[in-house]
C-alpha cells in the first residue's frame, strides 16, 4: 500500500530525444504548469540528476503524460519505470526533495474509511511465514500477480517484518502466465496496537520514503489457513488511499473450505465499508508463480 505515488494503464514513456538538459527540463517544467515552476528552482539539481540517469529519466517522462490527479497513470509509470532496489536512487532523491521537502506537488487528499470489526485477539506469530495474495480489492495495489510475501519476528518497537515479493506485467492485456514480468520486492515492518492487536501500524517513515504510514486492520483469519487485512495508508503525496487482501497459505483461493469463504464475506460484509464487497475482488495469479520463476529474476524465486 505505501507506495502510492509515483507509480494508468497504458501509459508510455516519452522516445529518448537525445537533447540537452536545460531543454529537456523546461518541457518538464511546462508540462507539469505550476508544479514545475517549483521544481525548476527548488529541485534543479536533483532533476538534472534524474534527467541524466537511464532509470529516472523513463519515470521522469511518463509522468507528465499522466493527466492532472490521475492517480492510477502515476502509479503506473512507477510499477513499470521504478524499481524496487536501489538503482532508482536518482527517482527517490527528486521525490524527496519535490514532494517531501519542498511540496511542489499538493498532497492529494482522499478518504480511508476504517473497517467497524477489526477488533479482537491477534497473535503476531500467526502471521509469520509464507503467504499468497490470492483476492485484493485495489485494482491500483493490490491485484499484482506472484505476491507472495513473507512475514518473520524480529527485535524492536515493529516487530513484524514483511517481505512483500510482486510482479508487475508489461502489458495489462497478457494474461499468465504468458506474460513479461517485472520484479519488484518491497519490505514493511509492524507494531501491534496495545489497545487493539488487530490493528498493526507502520508510521515514523523517513522522507527519503515520503513519510508513508500503513494501517492494516485484521478483520478475519484462521491459523496457518487464510488472514484477511484491510489497510489505510498516507504519504506526502497522496493521504487516505484504502486497499485489502487475502492471505492464504496455499497459492489456489480454491483450497480454502466452504466455510473459510463464509468467513470472509461476513467479515468483509462486517466492515461496512462503501464499495467493499466479495463479488468486487480481483483474483490475481498465484498458482502458477512456479512455472513463471523462469521468467524472473531471482528476486521472486
Known amino acids: 500500500g505505501f507506495h502510492c505515488l509515483l507509480q494508468s494503464r497504458g501509459c508510455e514513456p516519452f522516445p529518448m530525444a ?3 538538459i536545460l531543454v529537456t527540463v523546461a518541457v518538464v517544467a511546462a508540462a507539469a504548469a505550476n508544479p514545475g515552476t517549483c521544481v525548476a528552482t527548488k529541485c534543479a539539481g536533483a532533476l538534472a540528476r534524474c534527467l541524466a540517469d ?20 502515476q502509479i503506473r509509470c512507477g510499477d513499470l519505470y521504478k524499481p524496487t532496489d536501489g538503482s532508482a536512487s536518482k527517482i527517490d532523491e527528486f521525490s524527496e526533495c519535490s514532494i ?13 474509511s476504517i473497517p467497524r470489526n477489526a477488533k479482537g485477539r491477534l497473535e503476531l506469530n500467526t502471521l509469520t511465514g509464507t503467504w499468497y495474495v ?15 510475501h513473507h512475514f518473520s519476528l524480529q527485535q524492536g518497537a515493529k516487530p513484524l517484518l514483511g517481505d512483500l515479493k510482486y510482479a508487475v506485467k508489461k502489458d ?5 502466465p504468458n506474460c513479461d514480468y517485472l520484479p519488484r520486492e518491497v519490505h514493511q515492518s509492524f507494531a501491534q496496537d496495545p489497545e487493539n492487536p488487530m490493528h498493526l501500524i507502520n508510521h515514523n517513515n523517513s522522507a527519503k520514503e515520503m513519510h508513508y504510514m500503513d494501517d492494516w486492520y485484521v478483520l478475519a483469519s484462521r491459523p496457518n489457513v487464510y488472514a484477511l487485512i484491510y489497510y489505510c495508508g498516507c504519504n506526502d503525496a497522496c493521504c487516505g488511499y484504502a ?7 496455499s497459492p489456489r483461493f480454491e483450497d480454502l473450505s466452504t466455510q473459510d469463504v463464509e468467513e470472509i464475506k461476513g467479515a468483509i460484509s462486517g466492515a461496512e465499508v462503501h464499495g467493499f464487497d466479495f463479488e468486487g475482488l480481483c483474483t490475481p495469479v498465484a ?3 512456479g512455472s513463471l520463476q523462469s521468467r524472473l529474476p531471482s528476486v521472486l524465486v
Open 100 to 112: 517531501s521537502e519542498h511540496h511542489c506537488v499538493p498532497q492529494q487528499k482522499l478518504t480511508c
Open 172 to 176: 495489462l492485456t497478457c494474461t499468465a
Open 287 to 289: 498458482s502458477s508463480c
Open 243 to 249: 486497499g485489502a487482501v487475502l492471505y492464504t497459505r
Open 18 to 20: 537525445q537533447k540537452n
Open 134 to 148: 490470492t483476492r485484493g480489492w485495489n485494482p491500483m495495489f493490490d491485484c499484482f500477480d506472484c505476491q507472495v
Open 54 to 73: 537511464s532509470v529516472c529519466r523513463p519515470w521522469m517522462f511518463c509522468t507528465p503524460r499522466c493527466p492532472k490527479n490521475d492517480l492510477a497513470c
